[in-house]
C-alpha cells in the first residue's frame, strides 16, 4: 500500500509539473493565423490577382492588442481587425498579388502583437506572368518575291493565366495573312497555334503587326511581323542595265555581265534570251540558249558585249522570258558606237588670221581619211577668188586686195565635195600684235623663246628684238636672239623683252622674271586666309566606274569627288521613283569613302515633248517644270535619308548653253525657268530633313558673260545660287593637230593652257568677274566649279591626253594655274576642279587598262590601274604624297607663280607637309635649280624630293635642306617636260 501511495504521489507531482509546463505552452500558442502559407496562382504582369484570406484568431484568457500588420510589394493587404482582439475572437486578412515583372516573388505577411509569440507570419509566393505570350516573340520573313506567297511561319500563342481566356479577334493586315486553331476561347495554361503567311506586292521592306484581342488585361496583344520584298528574279548590275558609252565602230567590246538570281522558292524556267545583233550575248543560264531552268536560290550570268556597226547612240535593251511573275525581265542596253579615229575631214589652218590690205597668208588643209588630198579653193565664195575679195592659188597662198574687209577662205574636195571647211581672214589696217608667252618664269642662266605673233600666228618677218631697250640686250640684262630666243643674265632680276615688226610699226613686250632660287614663304603657316577646300579634286562620268574598287583607287590618288548623272530618266520612268535605278550607283560612291555631285540633266519620258526634234529626248527640257522641280526635292529627300553627306552638290542640267538642253525655244529663258522652279524646291526639302545642300549652275561649255550675267542677276535664280558651274575645253574635233608646243596652224596646248584670255587662270578670272559683279547671296565668295576639263572635247585621240609625258605634265599645269589664282588677285580659287572622266572609253579617263593605245577600256570585270594623268593628282593631293585631298592652305607667296611661260610652280601646306610643285611644260632641262622653304614652319633639315616618273609612277627620295636664318634651301635637277615637287618632311 505504502509503495502505491508513494508511486500515486510521485505521479501526481509529475502530472503537476507538466500540467504547468503544457499551461505555459498553450498560453504561448493561444494566437493563431491560418494558413502559414499563400502560394498564389500564376498572376498577369500588371494586373491585380483575387484576394487570399488569412484567418487571425485569439485563443487567450486575455485581450490581444495588435500592433502592426507589414507586407512588401507586389503583395499588399487589408483587414478587419482593428486595433485588437477579445478572447475567442478572430478577424481576417486580405492578401492580393499585383506581380510588376515578369519572375517569381516570395515575401512574408508578418504580425506584431501583444501575444508571446508575437510576431506572426505568412509566407507569401507568386509567379509575375506574361497574361499571353507567344514565340517566337516576332516573325521575321526571309526575301519574298513580289507577287508570291511564301511558307507559312508558325507562332504559338499561349495562355499562362490561371483562367480561360476568351478571344475577340486576331487580325493580319496585307500583305501578311494568317489562319489558326484557336477559335474563340482558350483554357487556363493552354496553347494555340497561328499560322502567318507573306505575299508582297512590291520591292519593298513591310513593317506590320498581327493583332490579336481578348479578354486579358493586356489586350490588344501585338506580334510584330516583317519582310523584304524582292523581285523574283534579280538583276546585277541594278542601275538602268549596261552602259557601253563610246565604242569603236565594228570593234567588240569587252563582255560586261548581267548576273541573275532566283529568288522564289521554286525552279525558274526560261524561255527566251534575246538582244539585236549589235549586243551579242553568251550565257550560262539554263540550257545556255536561252532556254532550260535556274534552281531557286541559285545565280547565273549572262555576258553583254557591244559590236556597233554604224557611229550612231544605240537604245535597246536585253529581253529574258521566264517563268516568274512579271516575265519578261527587260534590261536596258546603252552604247555610242564612235568612229574611233576622224571620219573623212578637212579643215583649214590658220582658222582666223589677220593681215595688211595687200598682203600674204599661207593657208594649208589638213585632210583625214582621204586619198585625194586635193581641194578647190574659194574667196567668199568666188574659186580662187579676184582682184576684190583677194586671190588664192592652188596651193592655198591668199593675196589680200587693197581694201580693209574679212574674207572668208573656203576649201572644197576636189574627191568628196560634200567635204569643206571654211576659215576666215581679216584684211585690215591694225592687225593684232602681241608678243608671246606675256611673262616667264626662268632660272639664271636659263632660256625662253619669245615670238612675235599677229591674231595668234606667228609674225617671223620684219621682226627686231630688245632686252630692257637694249638691241639683243648683253650680259647684264639678258640677251635675245633674231629667233626670239632669250637667255638670261647670271643673276636675278626683272626685264623687258620687245619685240617689233617694222612693216606694222607696232611692238609689244613680255616680262622675264629671272630668279636664283623658287621661293615660297610659308608664313611661319600662320597665314590662313587662302584656304584650299578638302575635297576638290573630283572625276566626271561617275555612273562609269562599275567597281568600288576602282573609286578605292581614284581616293588613293586624292580624286574623292564622283560627278555623275542623277539617272532621272530612269529614277522616274514611271511616274514613281525606282531608286534602285541610283541607290547602287551612290552606294559605291560612300564604300569608297567619296562624295557625289549629281547632276540634275535630264527628264523622264512623260516629261519629254511628244513630238519635235526632242521627242524622246531624254535632255530635252521639260514640259512642265513645277513637275521636274517636285522629282528634284524628291531627290533630296532620298538622298538626305539614305546617302547623309554623300550627296549634297546638285548642278541642274548640263551645259544648257550648247547642245546639253534640247528645246525649240531660247535656251537661255528656258534653263533659267527650271532653275528658278527647281532650286528652291529642292532648298525648301533640304531645310526640311535639317540638311545642308548645294545648288548650282548654270554648267555652262565654256565661258559665257551673257548667261553668267542672267543667271546672277535674275530674281528667279540668283537668290538660290550656291555655286557657280563651267566646263573648259581647249580644243574641239577641228583642232584635233594641235600639239603641246608646236605650232600646227593651231596654237599649241601650252599656249592656249596659259593664254591670259582663254586659258586656264583665265577663263577662271573672267568666270570670277562675273560671279562678283552677281547678286547672289554669297557674292564674289561664291564658290566656283569646274565641272569638266579636259584638252579636246572630241572622242579621238590627241597629243596629250594619256600621253606618258605630256598627261601629267598638262594636268599639274593645269592645277597649279587655278591653285595660283589667289597669287593673281582672285578671291579664291576654285571650289572643284574635275577631270573629264574617271572613265570614258575611248581616250577620256584617269584609270582604265592599258594597252597599246592607251584607249582608256574599263570594263565591269577588268581590273583597272593608272593612267598618266592619275600621277598629277596623286602627287599633289593623295595621303600618300603631298596630301592636299584633305584641304591645306597656300603658302603666303611664291616669288616664281605660273605665268605664260617657263617653269610654272606652287606652295601650300598641309597637316604635316610643307610642299612646293615644280612643273617644267618647256623642252629646256636645268641641272641646279635651287628650293628655298622660307618660314616653313616645321623643324627638321630632312624632306623627300619627288618625281613622275614616264608617267607610270612617282619616284621618291630623301633630301637634305641647309639652313639659312629662318629659311631652309636644297637643289634639285628639273628635266624637260617634267613634273617634281619638294615637300618637308
Known amino acids: 500500500m505504502r509503495e502505491t501511495r508513494i508511486h500515486r504521489i510521485g505521479s501526481f507531482l509529475i502530472f503537476s509539473v507538466l500540467m504547468l509546463g503544457c499551461s505555459g505552452l498553450v498560453q504561448a500558442q493561444d494566437i493563431s493565423v491560418s494558413p502559414k502559407l499563400i502560394a498564389f496562382p500564376n498572376q498577369g504582369i500588371g494586373t491585380t490577382s483575387v484576394a487570399s484570406t488569412v484567418t487571425l484568431l485569439n485563443n487567450q484568457t486575455g485581450s490581444l492588442t495588435i500592433d502592426s500588420f507589414q507586407i512588401s510589394a507586389p503583395f499588399a493587404q487589408t483587414n478587419n481587425c482593428g486595433s485588437g482582439l477579445l478572447p475567442n475572437q478572430q478577424c481576417t486578412i486580405s492578401v492580393t498579388f499585383s506581380p510588376t515583372a515578369r519572375q517569381y516573388y516570395s515575401s512574408t505577411l508578418t504580425i506584431t502583437d501583444s501575444a508571446g509569440n508575437s510576431p506572426q507570419s505568412v509566407s507569401l509566393t ?4 506574361i497574361p499571353v505570350s507567344f514565340s517566337p516573340p516576332l516573325l521575321s520573313f526571309p526575301s519574298q518575291a513580289d507577287g508570291t506567297t511564301s511558307s507559312p511561319l508558325t507562332l504559338t500563342m499561349s495562355n499562362n493565366l490561371s483562367v480561360g481566356l476568351t478571344i475577340s479577334s486576331i487580325q493580319a493586315s496585307a500583305p501578311f495573312a494568317q489562319t489558326n486553331n484557336c477559335g474563340t476561347s482558350l483554357a487556363a495554361g493552354s496553347s494555340c497555334t497561328l499560322n502567318v503567311t507573306f505575299d508582297p506586292s512590291a520591292v519593298q521592306f513591310y513593317s506590320s503587326s498581327l493583332t490579336i484581342t481578348d479578354s486579358a488585361t493586356s489586350s490588344p496583344q501585338m ?17 538602268g542595265g549596261l552602259y557601253f558609252n563610246h565604242q569603236i565602230v565594228s570593234t567588240p567590246s569587252t563582255p560586261q555581265p548581267v548576273t541573275l538570281t532566283n529568288n522564289l522558292s521554286t525552279t525558274l524556267t526560261f524561255t527566251s534570251m534575246s538582244t539585236p545583233a549589235v549586243f551579242p550575248i553568251t550565257t550560262n543560264c539554263g540550257n545556255g540558249a536561252g532556254g532550260g531552268t535556274l534552281a531557286a536560290g541559285a545565280s547565273c550570268t549572262v555576258e553583254v558585249s557591244f559590236d556597233p556597226q554604224a557611229t550612231t547612240t544605240y537604245n535597246t535593251s536585253l529581253t529574258i522570258a521566264e517563268s516568274a511573275p512579271g516575265s ?34 599661207q593657208f594649208t588643209v589638213d585632210a583625214t581619211g582621204l586619198s585625194n588630198t586635193a581641194v578647190n579653193w574659194y574667196v567668199d ?8 575679195v583677194g586671190t588664192i592659188s592652188t596651193s592655198g597662198l591668199y593675196t589680200a586686195s587693197s581694201t580693209t574687209k574679212t574674207h572668208s577662205i573656203k576649201a572644197v574636195s576636189q574627191s568628196s565635195p560634200s567635204l569643206s571647211y571654211t576659215a576666215s581672214v581679216n584684211v585690215t589696217l591694225s592687225p593684232s600684235f602681241v608678243i608671246y608667252p606675256f611673262v616667264a618664269s626662268i632660272p639664271v642662266g636659263g632660256q625662253q623663246a619669245f615670238q612675235a605673233q599677229m591674231c595668234q600666228v606667228p609674225d617671223l618677218t620684219n621682226v627686231s628684238f630688245t632686252v630692257d631697250g637694249i638691241a639683243g640686250g648683253n650680259s647684264t640684262v639678258g640677251t635675245v636672239s633674231s629667233s ?69 583607287l581614284l581616293s588613293q590618288g586624292g580624286v574623292t569627288v564622283s560627278r555623275m548623272s542623277a539617272e532621272i530618266e530612269l529614277v522616274f520612268a514611271s511616274g514613281t521613283a525606282d531608286w534602285t535605278k541610283i541607290d547602287p550607283l551612290v552606294a559605291t560612291v560612300q564604300a569608297a569613302g567619296q562624295r557625289a555631285i549629281l547632276q540634275m540633266n535630264q527628264s523622264p519620258a512623260w516629261l519629254q515633248p511628244s513630238s519635235g526634234s526632242c521627242a524622246g529626248q531624254p535632255t530635252a527640257a521639260p514640259t512642265n517644270v513645277s513637275e521636274w522641280a517636285q522629282l528634284a526635292a524628291q531627290y533630296v529627300a532620298h538622298m538626305d535619308s539614305t546617302f547623309p553627306g554623300v550627296v549634297q552638290d546638285y548642278e541642274i542640267w548640263n551645259e544648257p548653253n550648247a547642245t546639253g538642253i534640247c528645246t525649240s525655244a531660247d535656251h537661255l529663258n528656258t534653263y533659267l525657268a527650271i532653275y ?16 545642308t545642300v548645294r545648288i ?14 542672267s543667271f546672277l542677276t535674275n530674281t528667279g535664280t540668283a537668290p538660290y545660287v550656291d555655286f557657280v558651274s563651267y566646263h573648259q575645253y581647249f580644243f574641239g574635233s577641228s583642232q584635233m593637230q594641235a600639239q603641246w608646243d608646236t605650232y600646227t596652224g593651231n596654237i599649241s596646248l601650252y599656249e592656249a593652257t596659259q593664254d591670259p584670255t582663254i586659258g586656264a587662270a583665265g577663263s577662271y578670272a573672267r568666270v570670277e568677274e562675273q560671279v562678283a559683279a552677281g547678286k547672289q547671296p554669297s557674292g564674289a565668295q561664291t564658290p566656283i566649279y569646274v565641272t569638266e576639263y579636259n584638252s579636246n572635247w572630241a572622242f579621238y585621240k590627241d597629243c596629250c591626253r594619256s ?10 599645269l593645269y592645277v597649279t594655274d587655278m591653285l595660283d589664282s589667289i597669287y593673281n588677285g582672285m578671291p579664291h580659287m576654285p571650289n572643284h576642279i574635275d577631270y573629264f572622266a574617271g572613265s570614258a572609253y575611248p581616250w577620256f579617263c584617269m584609270i582604265g587598262v592599258q594597252d597599246s593605245n592607251m584607249d582608256c577600256l574599263y570594263s565591269v570585270d577588268a581590273t583597272p590601274v593608272p593612267y598618266p594623268q592619275y600621277y598629277a593628282y596623286d602627287l599633289i593631293a593623295s595621303p600618300q604624297y603631298l596630301g592636299l585631298s584633305a584641304g591645306g592652305y597656300m603658302a603666303k607667296s611664291i616669288s616664281t607663280p605660273t605665268g605664260g611661260g617657263g617653269l610654272a610652280t606652287t606652295a601650300f601646306y598641309t597637316a604635316n607637309k610643307d610642299g612646293i610643285v615644280i612643273t617644267n611644260p618647256t623642252s629646256t632641262a636645268y641641272s641646279q635649280i635651287t628650293v628655298t622653304m622660307a618660314n616653313p614652319g616645321l623643324t627638321g633639315t630632312q624632306g623627300t624630293f619627288y618625281q613622275i616618273s614616264n608617267g607610270a609612277q612617282i619616284d621618291a627620295s630623301p633630301i637634305s635642306f641647309s639652313v639659312k636664318g629662318t629659311s631652309l634651301s636644297t637643289t634639285i635637277s628639273v628635266p624637260a617636260y617634267s613634273v617634281q615637287a619638294v615637300s618637308l618632311p
Open 696 to 709: 548650282g549652275g548654270p554648267v555652262l561649255s565654256g565661258y559665257s558673260q551673257l548667261w553668267l550675267s
Open 803 to 812: 600621253d606618258s609625258i605630256y598627261g601629267p605634265l598638262w594636268n599639274a
Open 676 to 691: 528658278a522652279a527647281a532650286a528652291p524646291a529642292m532648298k525648301a526639302q533640304a531645310a526640311q530633313d535639317g540638311a
Open 328 to 361: 519578261p525581265l527587260v534590261i536596258p542596253l546603252v552604247g555610242e558606237g564612235i568612229s574611233g579615229t576622224e571620219s573623212p575631214n578637212i579643215t583649214v589652218k590658220p582658222p582666223a588670221p589677220c593681215i595688211l590690205p595687200s598682203a600674204t597668208e
Open 381 to 388: 565664195g568666188v574659186l580662187n577668188g579676184n582682184a576684190t
Open 126 to 129: 507568386g509567379n509575375g506572368v
Open 484 to 552: 626670239g630666243l632669250y637667255t638670261a643674265p647670271a643673276t636675278a632680276g626683272k626685264h623687258t623683252i620687245r619685240v617689233a615688226d617694222s612693216t606694222l610699226n607696232r611692238s609689244s613686250g613680255g616680262v622675264a622674271n629671272v630668279f636664283s632660287s623658287i621661293t615660297a614663304d610659308f608664313g611661319s603657316r600662320a597665314n590662313t586666309t587662302a584656304a584650299v577646300p578638302a575635297d576638290m579634286f573630283g572625276y566626271g562620268r561617275g555612273e562609269s566606274i562599275p567597281t568600288t574598287a576602282g573609286r578605292n
Open 223 to 239: 506580334v510584330s511581323l516583317a519582310g523584304n520584298g524582292v523581285v523574283p528574279v534579280a538583276t546585277l548590275p541594278k542601275v
